[in-house]
């Protein structure tokens, strides 16, 4: 139980068994983000009306990239919960 994590079914399915994916930015190798060891505000931020997730550093642009985190149905969600006060999460 200590070793699980909350993620949609799409996410972890993207994910799979990798640790490490391409940064866009550079083309180069990344680790991808890992939820307990590192600081999820130093990887990622939210655009303004909070439905894209922006990665700031390698691993954050690898990590939006590799698990597709602005996917349509999660951007759709993300609106719909932004206009009720539900979103973003507090971490």
């Not at 490490?20 to 505000?41: C, G």
């Not at 303004?48 to 690898?62: F, H, K, N, V």
Request: with cysteine; hydrophobic share 35%.
């Amino acid at each position: 139980m200590d070793n699980l994590a909350f993620s949609c079914q799409g996410c972890n399915n993207r994910k799979y068994i990798h640790i490490e994916a391409i940064d866009p930015a550079t083309q180069e190798t990344a680790p991808l983000y890992h939820p307990r060891q590192q600081n999820w505000f130093e990887h990622f931020a939210w655009n303004e009306d909070c439905s894209l997730i922006i990665g700031l550093t390698p691993t954050g642009r690898a990590t939006v990239e590799k698990l597709q985190l602005n996917r349509t149905g999660l951007v759709n969600l993300r609106c719909i919960l932004f206009e009720i006060n539900e979103h973003p999460p507090n971490f």
